[in-house]
Every structure is written in C-alpha cells, then in structure tokens.
C-alpha cells in the first residue's frame, strides 16, 4: 500500500526522502513523489512507475531545501499515472500533501469545491484535502487542519507542506498508520517503522485525529481536541541491518533464513525454560475455564497461522474455535459476547479488516486480544494490554515468511497455556511440550539445508501450469498457506484441499503430470493421506511429498520424491514443514523470473478494505 515519508532539518531533503521512499517500496506501489521547501515556495515531482522513474527526474532537476514530503502510491482512486500520483496542491500551490487512505466522501466533497471554484488536477480523492485545506485557510495550517479533519470520512494518514510555515510538515493520522521519528537536530516521519530506522528509533506514536507539528529542533503534538499533549517516544529494537537484504538476493530468502532466531527470541519472551512465563498471556485460569469458545479474525497468511491455532487448541485445550477471514467476519452480524474470547491476528498490526473486525468484536463485549509483529500498531494499540507479540523483526518481502512462523508458534503457546488452564493437560504435559518446542529452532536451522534439493526441484517443475497441495488436519492448515506462498510469487495456479474432500469434485483436475505436493506430518491421519496419494498417482499426478523422518520411509513407497522433516510432537511438526514449503515457492518464482519481493499487485499492508 502507499508509503509516506517526511524530513525537516539541516540536510539536503531530497537524498534523505528518496532513501525513505526506497525502504518503503517493499509495501507495494506504482507511482512515487516529492515535495520539497524552497524558501518559501514549494516545489515537486512526481513520476508514474518503479521510484527509479523519480530518481531519474530528479537527477535531470533536483529539488533544493531541507523540509520535504514523498509518498509511494498503490492506486485506489484514479490509473497509476504521473498526475494521479502524490504529492497534491491546492491550485496556487500553496499546499502540497500525501495521503495514505481513502477518502470516503471525496466526490460530495470534490462537487463543492468545483462549485466554489477549484479546478481539479488528478481523479483522485486525495486532491479534495488540498483544496479544502486552501477553501479553510485562516493563516494557520494547524488551526486550519483542526477545522478541515472533521469535515473528512474515511482513513488518513497525511502529511501537509505550506509554503506560508515553510520549515515545519504537520500531519495526522485517523485509522491509517504514521509514526514519528525524533532526533535531536532533525524530525522525520513515515507510514512504517523501517523507513526511520537509518536515522532514529525513537518512535512518537500518533493518536487517530492527533495532530504532530515537525519543526527541525522540535516536535509538537496536539491532540484530537486540540490540546497540546507531552511526547511518549517508544524505542524500537529493530536495526536497520534487520530492514536490509544482508548479502541475500531478496528480502524473502534472507527472511525464511531468519526464521530459526525468529522461532527463538518468540519464544524466549513468552516462555522461561519450560514453563509460560506468568502473565504473557492475559487470559487468567478462572476466565479461561468459563470460556465458551475462542474467534480467530485475520486475513491471508495469518489467516492460515489461525486455522493451525485452530487444530492445536481444539485438540490440546479442548475449547471450539472458529476461525473467519476478516472481511467476512465484519459484515456477517457474528455471534459474540462476554464469555467469547477473541483473537485478531495480523503481522503488520494496521491491516484494515481485521481493525474493523477487532472493533465489532470489542463492541459485542468479546474478550479481545491481539496477535502482531509490530509494537504501537493501530491493532496492537486497540487491543492493549491484551497482546502477544511475534518477534520477528521487519519483514518486508511481501511474502509473509518469519512472520507467519511465529504466528504459528504464538498459537501452539496459547493452546498449551489454555490447556493447562482449563486443566485439559498437566503441568509436566505443559513442560514436555514446551520441551520440544525448545528444541524447533535447531531443527529449523538444520532443515535450512534442504535449500538445494528444493532448488533443484523447482528448476525441473517451475514450469507447471497448476499445482495442488493436499493434507488432512494441522497439514491441510499448512496446505493452505503453501498454495498461498506459491500462487501470491511465482503466479502458478494452485490450490490446497483437505486430502479427503479431493475425490468429492476435484480429482477431475489431475492429469498426467499434474504435481501434487502432499503433506504427512500427523502420524494419525498418514495411512488416509497416504491413500489419498495414491488416487491421484493413479490418475497420473506427480506427487512430491513432504513427511516427518519416521513416515519417510511409508511415504517413499506411495510418492515420487520425498522431503523429511525432524519429527517431533505433532502439534508442533507445521513450524517445520512451513520451511520447505516456503523454499519452494521461492525457488519456484526465482526460477519462473518472477519479482519475489515484490510481486504484482499485491501490498504489504492492506490499509483499505
Ligand atoms: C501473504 C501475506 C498476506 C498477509 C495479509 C494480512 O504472504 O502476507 O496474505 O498475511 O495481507 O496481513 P497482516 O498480517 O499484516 O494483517
């Protein structure tokens, strides 16, 4: 989605706003722009296409002055074009603006001001904040905003140049992220955390409707009513090495890489040795006996880590969950109240379904909690103090990878500490679990060097027209991210079923050569899967399969290539046959030419519905 980023101090702004810019491509866009002081005039630029096409007309005239605004947008309102893309003027060009978000009133809005006079420059609903910003002026851009943010409906992140207060950037945020970054000689902002990291990680969180005033040596922060409020800087652990490639050709390679230190420090924060830390998950024993079941809410990939959440906290804790996409979930009038817990997953934290979903939830009296990687995100900050976090780092290939597996391993946590607490399973159950758990992260690292098999596989497959994952029970959960990974990089036409439901319908699909990649990790449900791969090699499919190591030898009997992963507790086998499913649809891509870390169409955040 759209990337905002804003500088004021002593330096150059243009280097500083296009390095800003160029960590936040990862978010996904198709346009890029300046806007940069000039004493008191402002001047931009704005290029439709990769932020290259903006370096390029930037060399040709570059942009003086050291307050200045970028932006990154993924077109919503209006083609990606030059003149869609961001920043926007009132028509002097007295005030330039991004703007990430939509305004949902924009075209009432765009009829008054044409009746008023503005001639209107791009189809975006972006454009209506700068003329109305110009309609309201009063001499003050703060005062001004503080009469214009009512009058908008909808999600804003913005950030706001005028050249009357040249010096200072105001911006505000209402349901779409921004954060601050403070130093002592210099203000910066951005849409996401690591885009600040080069130059600051200390983090000024923004309220919805807050307004920030940046001035070089200081910043204000005056809040939805207007009052002046002190500053509460977060410091963020992540370093900016974290938010770089680190010698790998992509972000997602280097990401899945990082999974066993991911798996590690996830974790070694909620678990001391082999017991729950106390506390780290807010449900006490008493709540969590009068449960009466558990709501997961999330979207895509942590979606799928929910469905496996499903599986382990069922079958170890005994409670009914449900698990919903969020988009569905908000508008299906769901059936919650107190006695329900709830849980919004989400790695970015701002994804705006499962926002929407955390609020309706809140709203029915549900018990909520949150699952994120991203400290003071707008779904951490709602649910609060009822969050887990991943620590995974920055991820930003767009692929979700580390994330994902740590989402996964927060589940596998919860469903033993709920367990325990509903007295479903005992203390030394709990340890032993917890036990094995410990030891995943060695074995992530050691299954990591399946790298070239998987390579050399996708070299010889890359080429398929569709592919089918298949799996019964926490592997048809995986399945289901597998086809995911797959599909969302290298573009291959593929599906995950439950192994059992194939022959009701789909079989009629598999052909000669079809590939078929089954998964076997549950040692109770391999003999049926097993079968089920016979169906399909006898309909000519090519089945590649991935097993744990004590099925490996069953399981050569009945596929045509095998991958073994360690076993070990069943519960937990999905943490590592995430790995190689991920690896493949690397390799896939990578082998297809496909741009991995950013793929087509897709966006890392997904601030709008
Ligand atoms: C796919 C992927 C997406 C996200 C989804 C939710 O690899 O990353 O499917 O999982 O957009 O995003 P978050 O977790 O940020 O809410």
């Not at 790298?451 to 019964?472: K, L, P, Q």
Request: glycine share 8%; with cysteine; aromatic share 4%.
């Amino acid at each position: 989605m759209c990337g905002i980023v804003g500088y004021t101090g002593a330096q150059p702004a243009q280097p500083i706003l296009m390095e800003g810019l160029s960590r936040l491509e990862y978010r996904g866009y198709d346009s890029a722009g300046v806007a940069i002081m000039d004493g008191d005039r402002i001047r931009l630029l704005k290029a439709k296409g990769r932020l290259s096409n903006l370096g390029a007309l930037l060399k040709g005239s570059p942009l003086s002055g050291q307050t200045g605004i970028g932006h990154t947008r993924w077109a919503t309102h209006g083609e990606p074009t030059d003149l869609n893309a961001h920043p926007h003027t009132d028509m002097k060009g007295d005030i330039a603006l991004v703007h990430n978000g939509i305004i949902e009133n924009h075209a009432r809005l765009r009829g008054m001001l044409e009746e008023r006079g503005c001639a209107f420059s791009s189809e975006t609903d972006t454009e209506v904040i700068a003329h109305l910003l110009n309609l309201l002026w009063d001499g003050s851009m703060l005062s001004t905003l503080q009469r214009a943010l009512p009058m908008l409906e909808g999600s804003y992140a913005l950030a706001v140049l005028c050249a009357a207060e040249p010096g200072a950037i105001f911006c505000t945020r209402k349901d779409s992220p921004l954060v601050l970054g403070l130093s002592s000689q210099a203000q910066y902002l951005a849409s996401d955390i690591p885009a600040l990291l080069a130059h600051t990680r200390e983090i000024e969180l923004l309220e919805d409707r807050e307004i920030a005033v940046l001035c070089p040596e200081s910043v204000t922060v005056y809040d939805a009513y207007g009052a002046q409020r002190d500053l509460r800087p977060t410091h963020v652990d992540w370093d900016v090495e974290s938010a770089e490639k680190g010698g790998y050709p992509h972000f997602m390679l280097k990401e899945i890489h990082e999974e066993p230190t991911a798996l590690r420090k996830t974790l070694s924060a909620h678990a001391d040795g082999h017991m729950l830390r106390r506390g780290v998950i807010p449900i006490t024993r008493e709540e969590a006996q009068s449960l009466s079941s558990l709501t997961i809410v999330a979207c895509g990939t942590a979606y799928h880590a929910g469905m496996i959440g499903r599986y382990a906290i069922e079958r170890l804790a005994r409670l009914p969950v449900a698990v919903d996409v969020a988009s569905e979930f908000r508008y299906r009038q769901p059936l919650l109240d107190k006695d329900d817990l709830f849980l919004a997953i989400s790695q970015s934290g701002e994804t705006a379904d499962t926002l929407a979903a955390l609020r309706e939830a809140a709203r029915l009296g549900a018990r909520t909690m949150a699952l994120t990687n991203v400290v003071g995100s707008s779904i951490a900050r709602e649910a609060a103090p009822n969050v887990l976090y991943t620590h995974a780092g920055p991820e930003i290939a767009v692929a979700s990878t580390k994330a994902y597996i740590t989402q996964v391993e927060i589940m596998l946590l919860l469903a033993v500490d709920l367990a325990q607490k509903r007295g479903v399973i005992s203390e030394e159950e709990a340890s032993e679990l917890l036990a094995d758990m410990a030891e995943i992260p060695a074995q992530a690292g050691t299954l990591l060097s399946c790298e070239e098999s998987v390579a050399r596989f996708a070299s010889r497959h890359y080429d398929r027209r569709h592919v089918f994952y298949i799996g019964r029970g926490m592997d048809h959960a995986l399945a289901m991210e597998a086809s995911l990974k797959l599909k969302e990089i290298s573009y291959i036409m593929s599906e995950a079923y439950a192994a059992g439901e194939l022959k009701h319908g789909t079989i009629a699909l598999i052909e000669e050569g079809t590939l078929v990649c089954a998964l076997l990790t549950q040692p109770h449900l391999a003999d049926k899967t097993l079968s089920n791969i016979r169906e399909v090699k006898s309909r000519g499919a090519r089945v590649l399969a991935i097993c744990t190591e004590s099925l490996q030898e069953k399981t050569a009997a009945a596929a045509d290539e095998v991958w073994a992963i360690p076993d070990t507790h069943p519960i937990l086998a999905p943490l590592l046959a995430a790995i190689p499913v991920q690896l493949l649809a690397y390799h896939m891509a990578v082998s297809r030419g496909c741009d991995v870390d950013k793929p087509r169409n897709l966006a890392k955040s997904v601030t709008v519905e």
